[in-house]
């Protein structure tokens, strides 16, 4: 595989413009990358630009607290799919990990993962905020409630990715998840790294920088 294949081009800040969206979607085209990521709001323009080619969309839900109700969170990720997304990557509720409430966190992610079918679930566990034994035993819920991947960061959190994490999140996930890395990655050796530690794809707003460097 080319680095090419594990870029998600990702937009989420909230002054991105449609223009912006359009852009990262003609960017994505030209390089090759595995997939777009950007906001709910965009599903269609993006869907739209991207029309035509292989690239991926992917569309973040309950971001980037987390915090919003199950029910919203449902409806939000089966409006993307609706509305021609192929991946969603979800915010898993920090402050009920926090509170202990573990079948909540399950459950939640698995009614997600029921509501968008065959598509890809990839749960944003926001490391950051977690110790050692929640990131372990965040990763091990969203195992059991049939997540795709278990995501590192949303970006907008106190801190992203890190190789640390990413090493402990393999040890738990194995070959049953995968893992995509994102938050702070910006550079070609960086990402680097973090393929050769096993992660599948790689969550970042430099992707050309990334891709055009050797």
């Known amino acids: 595989m080319q680095i090419q294949d594990y870029i998600d081009h990702t937009i989420l800040k909230p002054t991105a413009t449609i223009s912006d969206i359009e852009k990262l979607c003609k960017e994505a085209i030209d390089h090759k990358f595995y997939a777009v990521c950007v906001n709910g709001c965009y599903t269609k323009p ?14 973040v839900i309950g971001f980037p607290l987390g ?53 890809v679930l990839k749960v944003i566990i926001e490391t950051c905020y977690l110790t050692k034994e929640e990131k372990i035993k965040a990763c091990t819920l969203a ?15 106190t801190g992203g990715a890190t190789l640390e994490d990413v090493k402990l999140m393999k040890d738990v996930v194995g070959s049953k998840a995968k893992i995509k890395a994102s938050g702070g990655i910006k550079d070609r050796t960086t990402a680097l790294k973090y393929i050769a530690l096993g992660v599948s794809r790689i969550g970042t707003s430099s992707g050309i920088a990334i891709a055009s460097t050797e």
């Open 46 to 59: 993006a869907k739209n630009k991207l029309e035509g080619s292989k690239v991926k969309l992917a569309v």
């Open 143 to 157: 195992l059991e409630a049939g997540a795709d991947f278990v995501k590192t960061s949303t970006g907008f959190g």
């Open 67 to 119: 915090a919003m109700s199950t029910a919203s969170k449902v409806f939000e990720a089966q409006d993307c799919i609706a509305n021609g997304a192929d991946e969603v990557d979800m915010v898993i509720n920090v402050g009920w990990m926090k509170s202990g409430k573990f079948n909540w966190v399950q459950q939640e992610i698995s009614s997600i993962k029921k509501a968008i079918g065959g598509k």
